[in-house]
């Protein structure tokens, strides 16, 4: 295999969503389409729990507090916490590593 062929490769691997990745590319059409409906039925469950988390505090919370809140991987939840309809406030407070995080709060609370 060439250098060329071998960066294409890669970088085609780089280009599957990750919804392409929940389902092998010899799978059936209905088996793609339940590992996309799976897929969106989880982001949906975290966006509620996020969204419950935050309008519950009134002083709003960055995305590492609300992913300790509900048992959420940090990440997923900074990912996530965009999608929700939530204001982004100028106000940050300091993260489990002393970084500052933004606050997030619920459009009635701004």
């Keep these: 295999m060439t250098q060329l062929s071998i ?7 780089l280009a599957r969503s990750f919804v392409d990745t929940r389902s092998r590319s010899t799978d059936s059409q209905t088996s793609r389409d339940a590992a996309k409906a799976a897929v969106s039925r989880k982001a949906d469950g975290e966006r509620a729990a996020i969204t419950k988390c935050v309008k519950a505090a009134p002083d709003g919370l960055t995305a590492y507090q609300v992913a300790d809140l509900i048992g959420l991987d940090r990440q ?16 940050s407070r300091p993260n489990f590593c002393a970084r500052p995080g933004a606050v997030w709060v619920w459009g009635a609370s701004a």
Excluded: P, V
């Design 7 to 13: 960066e294409s490769n890669a970088a085609n691997m």
């Design 76 to 91: 997923e939840t900074s990912r996530r916490i965009s999608e929700c309809g939530l204001i982004k406030t100028d106000i």
